[in-house]
């Protein structure tokens, strides 16, 4: 049997046939062979082609036993000019003249407009005595007035190939800037061995600060500069490591609001846990070849930001960072010890971690359209358009009810009728082990979320006190269900009309994401109670414990007790006013989350017996983004959710947030006759709401569905504006549904 050839990631070929090798092969797959795309990047892309191809090295050296912090020995014989002394066959060879063949290069795409998406490019020489130019892409403008967040995106090729005109990187950040909605600056600089580094960094320095400045007509008009980002890729992203280093060094200009380093290209002397072997060996001869004049070598800080003597971390000039790398990446290990440097340093940025489990080196450039590459694309739109949200949102313009916005990390509607994702994530990090009080979750003005795994909620809405309220004549009080947990209910009692008239019973959970609200909030109580008047029931409000201090299941436990305390009938309202053979259990968002959950355990428990559920915006999620849902809907989700119930094994597919996803417990035993489904057209949770409705209306479920759907409206619209001609709609279907049942 043939001798599998190693990786052509990490092998490297000695003259005269000995091979250093990552021994790494085994572990990957195949590749469909696509020649005239394969010119990744020299060293760590993916090759498309065979096994033999993309990365095997042939170095001139004496000895194959030199240490790997050594560059490549050159022979002490005379060697012709034209000697091959490093080659990746099929991609580049370089020869000891410095000469370099870049063979099999991708097409260089022309600027202009792409039919697709809407997005148009031009290039813009930066310096002609250099060359140094720049591609700029500008999406297809929604509302011209608004101004767009500048990316400066810098290339991968391990300095050695590509370029920001190839049908690799015009294809790749042409569809970038039309799902993140940014104006891009792809910079093309020169490359080694020809221009060694520095030239690359100096480069790309240079197209940062032009840039920054709004020189050119596109960004001056279209450009929001105050919101500047840079990104890239394998070597891209180690120049984007260095911009952050020049930006610090130059007191922190220009400010760069975020930072995206996908796979990024980082070495070192030593192989470090996780490395495949060979891995750091081969890193340093491509350095070498790459930065001769590097006196570390491998250990250079701008390869090796972790060497000793390097930059300190915390002086990177961004408030945000996202590490992103593939499982199976040469490089997965170097990315995850340069993320938890940063996270474990002084930086007072915020840092996020992406692994697109089973996946190689850059692998979005050759398989755009899988769903780990879609995936990726989302957290970036949804990493870039974070602030976006943050600095759009009203979310404070209202008191005392403005908390609402939050309910849901989703959708809704401010002033001036633009779409936000209200209550997006702020800020996601992993903090340091030794930093308890380290923030690793937060939403501005909200909540923040410590490592230690205590909460500040932030600008809570006032709570109310229980009452008769004059207006609608709705009495309301509070009631302790268990003085071991703190598990209490506030009951409204509408006027009763008919003494001898026995009222339905509604049990209702608040919304907040598990994390924020209450049931006294003015938020809640405001709503609740002209509901228990409208619709002329009794309702059991119910105030579950929040996470992280309680996390999940703590939420549907209480709210599970509450259900069995309300059906029992033990407080004197409900066993004078209340009819708990008509039980109903409503919620918004959480909450109507909390109410699927609650019929699946009176189902798997035998009872109690529920009339009715109505599903007010219910807070779904799942790890797949479905078809017209907002690309960072579900990446939001999952993060909420992972603070919400930490224990989650399937993460966002645990069936408690996603109910639709394989092993989960089946619609058809949903305990409850009828049911209502709600949603905002405009809602991030829209997409989800309607897939759930369409599940249970298809499934042997025996009791009859009914689906609502607020047009132009967001997530839970009705408790900010209660007044509005749609939430008094939503009201009245509501009464009609609960009515229905009702005996002649």
Not at 51 to 78: D, W, Y
Not at 82 to 87: H, K
Request: include cysteine; hydrophobic fraction near 40%; aromatic fraction near 8%.
């Amino acid at each position: 049997m043939a001798t599998p050839s190693p990786n052509p990631h990490l092998s490297m070929s000695i003259n005269g046939g000995a091979t250093v090798s990552a021994g790494w092969a085994a572990t990957q797959p195949r590749r469909r062979r696509t020649v005239d795309h394969s010119s990744r990047s020299c060293l760590l892309r993916p090759s498309y082609g065979s096994t033999r191809g993309f990365g095997t090295r042939r170095i001139a050296v004496r000895s194959a036993s030199q240490k790997n912090s050594s560059p490549p020995l050159m022979t002490t014989e005379q060697e012709a000019e034209d000697e091959v002394v490093l080659e990746s066959p099929a991609h580049f060879r370089i020869y000891k003249s410095g000469k370099i063949d870049r063979l099999n290069r991708p097409p260089v795409l022309p600027a202009g407009l792409d039919e697709a998406t809407g997005v148009t490019s031009k290039d813009v020489v930066l310096d002609a005595d250099t060359g140094v130019s720049v591609r700029l892409f500008l999406p297809k403008l929604q509302e011209p007035s608004k101004k767009l967040p500048v990316v400066v995106f810098f290339h991968g090729g391990a300095f050695f190939i590509e370029s920001a005109g190839s049908e690799t990187y015009h294809n790749y950040v042409n569809s970038l800037a039309a799902a993140a909605g940014v104006l891009v600056v792809s910079v093309d600089y020169r490359l080694a061995p020809e221009h060694p580094l520095p030239a690359g960094y100096d480069d790309s320095w240079a197209a940062l600060q032009w840039a920054a400045s709004a020189q050119d007509g596109w960004i001056a008009e279209h450009g929001d500069t105050a919101r500047l980002f840079v990104a890239g890729d394998s070597a891209g992203a180690n120049i984007a490591h260095e911009m952050l280093v020049r930006a610090a060094a130059s007191g922190g200009r220009p400010r760069m609001e975020g930072a995206i380093l996908l796979h990024p290209w980082f070495g070192g002397s030593k192989e470090i846990e996780g490395e495949p072997e060979g891995g750091a060996a081969i890193t340093a001869a491509m350095w070498y070849y790459a930065c001769p004049g590097a006196a570390a070598g491998a250990d250079d800080p701008r390869l090796n930001p972790l060497a000793a003597g390097g930059p300190v971390l915390e002086e990177l000039a961004c408030e945000r960072m996202l590490v992103c790398a593939g499982g199976k990446d040469v490089l997965a290990a170097r990315n995850r010890a340069y993320y938890d440097a940063v996270a474990a340093s002084a930086w007072r940025g915020s840092a996020a971690w992406l692994e697109s489990e089973g996946e190689g080196h850059v692998f979005f450039l050759g398989n755009s359209e899988c769903e780990n590459a879609k995936q990726l694309m989302d957290r970036i739109v949804a990493f870039i358009a974070d602030k976006i949200q943050g600095r759009k949102r009203t979310c404070g313009r209202r008191s005392p009810s403005q908390t609402y916005l939050i309910i849901s990390p989703f959708a809704i509607e401010p002033a001036g009728g633009q779409n936000a994702f209200c209550g997006s994530i702020h800020q996601f990090a992993m903090a340091s082990e030794t930093e308890p009080d380290a923030v690793v979750f937060e939403a501005p003005a909200h909540f923040r979320i410590y490592k230690s795994g205590k909460m500040d909620r932030l600008h809570r809405p006032p709570c109310l006190p229980a009452g008769v309220d004059e207006a609608t004549g709705v009495a309301s009080k509070d009631v302790v269900i268990d003085a071991g947990t703190g598990l209490s209910v506030r009951l409204y009692l509408p006027k009763i009309q008919e003494p001898s008239k026995k009222l339905p019973v509604l049990v209702f959970f608040h919304g907040g994401g598990f994390l924020i609200e209450s049931a006294d909030s003015s938020t809640y109580h405001n709503y609740v109670n002209p509901f228990a008047a409208a619709a002329g029931v009794v309702v059991v409000s119910v105030d579950y414990r929040l996470a992280p201090e309680h996390p999940l299941p703590a939420a549907y436990d209480d709210s599970w007790a509450g259900l069995l305390w309300a059906a029992s009938a033990q407080d004197g309202w409900l066993a004078e006013h209340g009819d708990v053979s008509r039980l109903f259990i409503a919620g918004d968002s959480a909450g109507g989350n909390i109410v699927h959950d609650m019929l699946l355990r009176a189902a798997s428990n035998g009872g109690p017996r529920i009339e009715g559920a109505l599903l007010l915006h219910p807070w779904f999620g799942g790890s797949t983004v479905l078809e017209g849902e907002p690309p960072a809907a579900a990446a939001l989700t999952g993060m909420i959710w992972c603070y919400a119930c930490p224990g989650a094994s399937g993460g966002a597919d645990d069936p408690r947030m996603n109910p639709l996803a394989p092993g989960a417990p089946a619609l058809e035993k949903l305990a409850c006759e009828r049911m209502l489904v709600a949603a905002g057209q405009t809602d991030g949770l829209a997409a989800r709401d309607r897939a759930y409705y369409d599940a249970v209306a298809a499934s042997p479920w025996r009791g009859t569905a009914t689906w609502v759907e607020s047009e132009g409206e967001g997530h839970v619209f009705f408790l900010e504006k209660p007044e509005c001609d749609k939430a008094k709609q939503l009201m009245d279907r509501v009464v009609e549904f609960i009515s229905a049942g009702s005996p002649a």
